[in-house]
């Protein structure tokens, strides 16, 4: 499965912005997809994640009732909604996919084996 990432931007702290995260070629029936960060000179980080069956959702501390997981499956693509950003939201964005991660290891950034490039988030103050 290929993915590709987009919607990043320039925002203002306490603003809004939605990431997309459109797959082509063989997809997932199982598995989870999910959104990591990496801000300069840092780990990759778990933003939140998805499982494709039931749908369940799982959200980072960090960004917990700010931000929203989704998918659209007619357009096989998945979302980050992402409000009342601030300054250390401020990161490159990713999503992946696997369908091997189970819930003692979504969270992972090795569980994942399918990547999509960065889109750039940057949040001022």
């Known amino acids: 499965v290929q993915l590709q990432a987009s919607g990043g931007g320039l925002v203002q702290a306490g603003g809004s912005l939605r990431l997309s995260c459109a797959t082509s070629?063989?997809?997932?029936?199982?598995?989870?997809v999910a959104w990591f960060r990496q801000a300069p000179g840092k780990e990759r980080d778990f933003v939140a994640a998805?499982?494709?069956?039931?749908?369940?959702?799982y959200y980072a501390d960090s960004v917990k009732g700010r931000f929203t997981i989704s998918r659209d499956n007619a357009k096989k693509t998945v979302y980050l909604q992402m409000n009342s950003l601030k300054p250390e939201d401020t990161a490159v964005y990713h999503c992946?996919?696997?369908?091997?991660?189970?819930?003692?290891?979504?969270?992972?950034?090795?569980?994942?084996?399918?990547w999509g490039q960065g889109t750039q988030v940057t949040v001022s103050s």
């Open positions: 998805m499982r494709l069956i039931g749908s369940n959702t």
């Open positions: 070629g063989s997809t997932f029936s199982s598995g989870y």
């Open positions: 992946a996919a696997s369908r091997t991660a189970i819930l003692s290891t979504l969270r992972t950034e090795r569980a994942y084996g399918n």
